[in-house]
Nanobody, 116 residues
Framework: EVQLVESGGGLVQPGGSLRLSCAVS????????MSWVRQAPGKGPEWVSA???????YYADSVKGRFTISRDNAKNTLYLQMNSLKSEDTAVYYC??????????WGQGTQVTVSS
């Protein structure tokens, strides 16, 4: 059974940092590209970042220079290091597996709230 489990969200002040993790199981992690997608209250999903396998990285303009995506294939874990957080980064963050056509598996999400 494929599982993706996010962790690391929370409440942080503007300018702060968080590191999200996504632990995966049930498939060969190193064989798949992975993404982070977020959804803010009242808005649609927004792609944040992606990482291929091996490890080419891609970022939305809104997070470029502040967020860093990485992966540890030995630990079956995807990461998102988020620095210089802004209130507009407040959202539920999901990790997703990139399938043949689009995202085929998603985690349950982790809430990130940026507020003073």
């Amino acid at each position: 059974e494929v599982q993706l489990v996010e962790s690391g969200g929370g409440l942080v002040q503007p300018g702060g940092s968080l590191r999200l993790s996504c632990a995966v199981s049930g498939f060969t992690f190193g064989s798949y590209d992975m993404s982070w997608v977020r959804q803010a209250p009242g808005k649609g999903p927004e792609w944040v970042s992606a990482i291929s396998s091996p490890a080419s990285t891609y970022y939305a303009d809104s997070v470029k220079g502040r967020f860093t995506i990485s992966r540890d294939n030995a630990k079956n874990t995807l990461y998102l290091q988020m620095n210089s957080l802004k209130s507009e980064d407040t959202a539920v963050y999901y990790c997703a597996r990139v399938g043949p056509l689009f995202y085929d598996y998603w985690g349950q999400g982790t809430q990130v709230t940026v507020s003073s």
